[in-house]
């Protein structure tokens, strides 16, 4: 199935993040990277429908086997997932009962200089990490050094959504392979299309999408 017709078919996830009212229009500066953005997306709410977490859930463990499948795999194997803290943890964990693959996650330091892995591993273990969402990269490229600090391996992400804000670039840099199973822009048309949304927050948003950035 192409990238694209991909995207169209997991836009019930889409759907139903607006139903959860995960998906708000306005004026939005969180963190580095996301400011004046138009639009915000919570992923976290997705724990607020079960059913839909675990769909979520299945989609990224079928697009895992998928790529794993192919005859230059696009996803390395793995031998455990970790979570980013924290809107990637409920996803990570999901993910971990679907696919039956160990779990680990970074927690802050309780007390120390450094930040604890949770959870049982090895050195030498390749490690698959997921998130909810990404937009510049820096919350991956963390827990990516802290776990190579130890002797694991990263060569994937995973991630739901891709705000696209040149995450995957920045990844790639540092020889890391981003998956993400619905980009912005696939969400923006969508509600576009579908006339939940304006089309001047939609022209407004796609708009902003088209902005150069920098950072991390």
Request: charge should be neutral; aromatic fraction near 6%; proline fraction near 5%.
């Amino acid at each position: 199935m192409a990238l694209r017709d991909k995207q169209v078919a997991n836009l019930w996830l889409a759907d139903e993040l607006w139903k959860l009212g995960a998906i708000q229009f306005g004026d939005f500066t969180i963190g580095n990277n996301t400011v004046n953005s138009p639009v915000y997306i919570n992923l976290r709410l997705l724990i607020s429908n079960p059913q839909a977490l675990q769909r979520a859930a299945e989609v990224m463990w079928n697009e895992v086997c998928t790529l794993q499948s192919m005859r230059q795999p696009r996803i390395q194997a793995y031998d455990l997932v970790a979570g980013v803290p924290f809107g990637g943890l409920h996803l990570a964990t999901a993910f971990s009962l679907r696919s039956g693959t160990p779990m680990t996650y970074l927690h802050p330091p309780k007390g120390g200089p450094r930040t604890i892995i949770e959870g049982n591993y090895s050195p030498g273990q390749t490690v698959l990490i997921i998130d909810d969402l990404i937009t510049g990269g820096r919350s991956i490229l963390h827990t990516a050094q802290r776990l190579e600090e130890d002797h694991l391996v990263v060569e994937d992400a995973l991630v739901l959504l891709d705000r696209q804000h040149g995450a995957h670039e920045r990844l790639k840099q540092r020889g890391i392979n981003l998956v993400s199973i619905l980009t912005l822009e696939s969400i923006l048309h969508y509600l576009g299309s579908s006339r939940k949304i304006s089309e001047e927050w939609y022209h407004k948003s796609l708009e902003y999408l088209g902005k150069p950035r920098s950072g991390a």
